[in-house]
């Protein structure tokens, strides 16, 4: 009879414990998030914003490699010790480009072009790889299992494996060994009213901005000069748009 | 259900050939735990793959052992749902087949994950239903499950196994189509890359899995039996020996249709003469691997005339098939990687990452034993299952399987 007693209190203190454990599960990530001066999901992010960058590639300093270095530093990807020159991260890089008739010559910085139907959101078997309501794509690396599958999806090779350990890294920009990642357009920068690294670095040569606001500095920019999609044939309605290729 | 006449029992070898047997797949399987827990440490680096060849060995190995379980399960398929009563002895071993080359294709793939601890966030459900990966999720269990019943059905003695057996069959292949057009789609899937875009590989793998199936099914038969002094007959052989050059045929007709088809299309000659072109690895691979080898010298072994009957020739076929499937699937898969992704069409492109270039890739040791661990698993799975279970005929001699034929 004592021994059922005790098992009883055993049990109560058990699911208290998991009662207890669950709340604050539940809790602590809108306090954490609000702590850190981040908007929590589905309060102020929603679907009213769509965040894009237009980019100038006439205007752009050195060639865009100013704006990679700038991402570079913000993000601390490209540092990996162990990886080959193939295997390091890139979440943005410059391509040149020559077309093979005419002969013009052009460099642009390519990285995650944030698809309104992004096909690394859609192959992805865990939702890991997603589009946030106001069109950041970007990877939730807890559930990230690492198959790749979003890689060869990308139609940008916009996306690297992080292939060894890490150390050291910036509090906020959290990457991890065996998960995919890539230009997450600066989340924890927008979030708080900044601009991306790349845009700051850019000597404004990146417009950023909502594409949703007809009002806003980007959509006058795209609607008095146009921008271009790279692979505007896959008719993914990409974030980021350019001038000048 | 099987022939009245004919008689399972279990493998009774107990010498050193049997354990022996088993320990040379343990040690792949250890060679494989080894690489797993290496790469799992250190992080993929370690490997050949890199963020321009995602996919590597592993995945060849993987996808190789997952679309020939599906084929393998079709020896039974034919018999039950087709009615053919000479396959139906055959039934048990090809389910058991089924399975256990889906669990070591399974095995590779979650040991080759970045992070194979997450796995566990799909059981909690986080699942994207718009990912044919996550569908293939469902159909590998799936799978597993209906063919886990339909060899009870063929095995029990039950009257409800008896009823069972044949709706049972019809759904395990019904499910085994669906299964390997989901693999086949998890190319097919791919816009952006000029080489898999291509609604064609679903049925290709299907047809793909047929031959591999076969051949692998064919490959375990003639051992199995060789090894326990057990008789198969010729009528057996033949069957299976003139089904296999069908299905090798089948596969090289979609072959040479999405071959055909992707050459009306501009965007994809690049990749077309890279693949068909000749001059590097992946072309020498298409021409002598698939082509020569896989394809052209089986289907010789099986219709020369002077080697009828000859069953050194049918295993050779066998072997040579699956090593002509392997090398099909290296060349779409690592091939169609290799060739660089078009940003811009009609422009020389170059970058620091590649881009432009033709990736090169060496898989590692690592990826290798990873590989191997899959073929010992399966293997390891069926020499014991026949042991402890009566999956095999003790006969498959002609008097036995057909005994009208002349």
Known sequence: ?245 | MSNKQVIYSEVENNGIGYYGLLGFFGLFLLGGIVAFFTMEHHGHYISGMNNQIVWGLPHIFAIFLIVAASGALNVGSIGTVFGKKIYQPLGRLSGLIAIALLVGGLAILVLDLGRSDHVIEMAKGHLNFKSIFAWNMILYSGFLALVGLYLWAMMSRSKIAKKLYKPIGVSAFTWRLILTTGTGSIFGFLVARQAFDAAILAPEFIVLSFSLGLAIFIIVLMAAYKWTQREVGDTVLNRLRYLLAVFILGVLLLEVTRHLTNLYATEHHGVEGFILGGGNFYSNLFWIGYILVGTLLPVGLIFCRFLKNNRTALMAAAVLTALGGFALLYVIVIGGQAYPLVLFPNSEVSSSYFDGVVNSYSPSMWELLLGLFGVALFLAMVTVAVKVLRFMPASLADSVVDPHAK
């Open chain 1, 1 to 245: 009879m004592n021994n059922t007693n005790n098992i009883d209190a055993y049990r109560r203190k058990f699911l208290m414990g998991v009662a207890g454990t669950a709340t604050a599960i539940t809790i602590a990530p809108g306090l954490l998030l609000r702590q850190a001066g981040a908007k929590a999901p589905g309060d102020e992010i929603s679907n009213k914003n769509r965040w894009g960058m237009l980019i100038d590639i006439d205007r752009l300093p050195n060639g865009g490699q100013t704006v990679v270095d700038a991402c570079q530093q913000e993000h601390g990807w490209g540092h990996e010790e162990e990886s080959n020159d193939k295997q390091k991260a890139q979440w943005v890089r410059t391509v040149h480009v020559k077309e093979k008739l005419t002969g013009h010559e052009f460099d642009l910085p390519v990285m995650c072009q944030h698809c309104e139907t992004a096909p690394c959101a859609d192959v992805c078997p865990t939702g890991a790889s997603f589009r946030r309501k106001d069109g950041v794509v970007l990877v939730n690396k807890h559930i990230c299992i690492g198959c790749r599958y979003c890689m060869m999806a990308c139609p940008y090779k916009a996306r690297s494996l992080v292939h060894e350990a890490l150390f050291d890294q910036k509090p906020h920009s959290p990457r991890g060994k065996g998960t995919v990642e890539s230009c997450t357009m600066c989340v924890h920068r927008i979030d708080k009213g900044q601009l991306p690294a790349c845009v700051e670095a850019s000597n404004g040569a990146i417009i950023f901005g909502d594409l949703n606001d007809e009002n806003s500095e980007i959509s006058q920019a795209l609607k008095a000069k146009g921008g271009k999609q790279i692979r505007a044939d896959l008719g993914l309605n990409t974030g980021v748009r350019y001038q000048g290729i």
